[in-house]
């Protein structure tokens, strides 16, 4: 089952005051996010990653094509019950505290007047809010607006939750946080469908990505299809080994000399880089690291927007 | 309606955090201050000057209250980007725009009783300290009743020129709609000089042009009435009741242009 589908969504802005011209920040975006699954929205600046999130939301209104959000077409407010929403670098009500932010935002979404205090208690604690959520909005980080932005954004129990940077402003203890947070919608049978620069993280949470450049879309699917996990070599990494040790294993290896007796070498695949391992430790080398070199997500992003 | 109701207390709530309702003490201290020096300089004339500074004044604030938060109203809510995460919520933007319009319509409120009961305090005082022949040539009461019939119309005033200054703000910025708000409200009290304009020109096209502007723009002289019952004269309910009417119609068609307009916009 589909929790969201997008059919050549289309988005086009007037720019400028006399003689405005159109200006094409999304072209025919036809995507689908199957429900319960994380899906990865990647792209460089200005690839048209927030325009889509703002028309799902009904921030702004197609030029062409349509969307369904959990089987209902755009447009439909009442979706919205089911559905949460963290805006990039959001802002909130700087007079409220956070616990207030959030009960009022619970009253928006129709949740029971004696249930709102405990709900929004609850999620502060889930995203590390502790006693500041009685102070004013205006005295907090960028890092803590983030949280209570992503509290706020669950405040429904949604089944489909859409994060726009849900990691931009956050330390890495924050992005560690947010990961688990993520997998644990993810494991309630959540749908959650997020934006990011930060491509280590969709690395480790996405089960598909879809890449967006200047407005279209470059390729989506499973990571496994998009990117080849399967090794391409070895990295080898020794301590204690002499450049005469190195200079001996022939000019046909990638080495690089990373400090005084210690390299990293780039081994092929073939032959299995044992033997190369023995005769080095046996000539008094220490064994740092051996790992299979593989195609990351970065370089896959990097090889789709560049080309 | 919860929501146009959340929307509305939350935005009461502002109002109150910012210090808004802050202008009561100001409109006090004011009062309390002309009230002892009428009194020292004038005999007879100082109850009449209070009812209508005091009016006046109520007015006055109640003006830049409803004219600096109206044009932030929606703008600042756009501006500012917190209308991403509360149109996330399942609610319609037209309950957004008229949420926000209860919500200044509940401070004017607060702020018109307030400021009413403030005054009523000081003309109470006033009538306890004056002297039988002081109050022999009053032409009203201290007390007067009459004195709520203007209060209401200046806070029904208010409610019109909100709703002029959200219409606004729904496609202009803050400070446009600031400076289109006021200049509608001074045109707002001189629009019966636009129906007599065929008597002083001579061109039929501007006189229709003019004729035309008279029925279009607001009438806001007729909410003005302070000298009539700062002089005692009496205003029917029916008057009020009609002027009620036409502001209720007014502020309506702004209303609903301001959803119009709204409910249509990107927010970029």
């Known amino acids: 089952m589909r929790a969201l589908a997008t059919h050549d969504l289309t988005k086009d802005y007037a720019v400028g005051f006399w003689r405005a011209r159109q200006f094409r920040a999304l072209d025919g975006l036809s995507l689908d996010v199957e429900a319960g699954e994380i899906f990865g929205f990647l792209g460089p600046n200005g690839a048209g990653k927030t325009t889509t999130m703002k028309l799902l939301m009904q921030l702004v209104f197609p030029s062409s094509g349509g969307a369904e959000i959990l089987g209902r077409p755009l447009g439909d407010v009442s979706v919205k019950r089911r559905i949460g929403y963290l805006p990039e670098n959001p802002y909130f009500y700087d007079y409220l505290t956070a616990e207030e932010l959030l009960t009022y935002f619970a009253e928006l979404l129709g949740i029971r007047s004696a249930d709102r205090r405990a709900r929004a208690s609850r999620l502060l604690d889930e995203v590390g809010i502790g006693a500041e959520r009685r102070m ?19 405040l429904n129990e949604p089944d489909l939750v859409i994060f726009d940077e849900p990691m931009s402003g956050l330390d890495p203890l924050g992005r560690r946080d947010v990961r688990s947070l993520i997998l644990r919608l993810r494991d ?12 280590s993280d969709a690395e480790a949470l996405c089960s598909r990505v879809a890449i967006l450049v200047k407005g279209r879309l470059r390729a989506a699917g499973r990571l496994t299809d998009l990117v080849p996990f399967r090794a391409s070599g070895w ?60 195609q990351t997500l970065e370089d896959f992003f990097v090889e789709q927007v560049s080309s | 309606m919860r929501a146009i109701a959340a929307i509305a207390v939350n935005t009461f709530r502002e109002s109150v955090r910012d210090k808004v309702l802050y202008n009561l003490v100001l409109f006090a201290v004011l009062l309390m201050g002309a009230s002892y020096l009428i009194g020292q300089l004038t005999a007879g004339q100082d109850v009449k000057i209070i009812k209508d500074l005091g009016l006046s004044a109520t007015a006055f604030f109640g003006l830049f209250i409803a004219v600096f938060i109206g044009i932030g109203l929606v703008s600042k809510e756009v501006e500012r980007r917190s209308v991403y995460s509360l149109l996330s919520k399942p609610i319609h933007r037209h309950q957004l725009v008229l949420g926000k319009y209860c919500g200044l319509v509940l401070t004017l409120a607060v702020n018109v009783t307030v400021m009413a009961a403030a005054l009523y305090l000081v003309l109470a005082y006033m009538e306890h300290v004056a002297s039988p022949d002081a109050m022999r040539a009053w032409d009203a009461p201290a007390l007067d009743s009459a004195l709520l019939k203007a209060v209401a119309l200046i806070f029904v005033e208010l409610t019109l020129v909100t709703a002029i200054a959200v219409f606004f703000s729904t496609f202009s910025t803050p400070i446009l709609s600031a400076a289109l708000t006021f200049g509608l409200y001074v045109v707002g009290h001189f629009s019966s000089d636009l129906r007599n304009l065929q008597d002083v020109v001579d061109s039929p096209a501007a006189a229709r042009l003019a004729r035309g502007l008279y029925w279009v723009l607001p009438n806001l002289a007729q909410f003005d009435v302070k000298a009539d019952v700062v002089h005692g004269r009496v205003v029917p309910l029916g008057y009020l009741a009609m002027t009620t009417g036409y502001a209720a119609l007014y502020i309506s068609m702004l209303l609903v242009v301001s959803v119009f307009v709204f409910s249509r916009r990107d927010f970029r």
């Open chain 1, 136 to 154: 004013q909005l205006r005295k907090f980080s960028k890092g803590m607006l983030q949280r209570v932005g992503i509290a706020q954004a669950l």
């Open chain 1, 188 to 199: 309630r049978g959540c749908t959650v469908f997020f934006s990011s620069h930060v491509l």
């Open chain 1, 235 to 294: 990295e080898l990494v020794v301590a204690g080994v002499s450049d005469a040790a190195i200079a001996a294993l022939g000019s046909g290896l990638h080495t690089v000399r990373i400090g005084e007796g210690r390299y990293t070498l780039e081994l092929p695949l073939d032959p299995p880089p044992e033997r190369l391992v023995a005769e080095l430790t046996d000539g008094g080398a220490n064994l740092v690291s051996l790992n299979p070199i593989r």
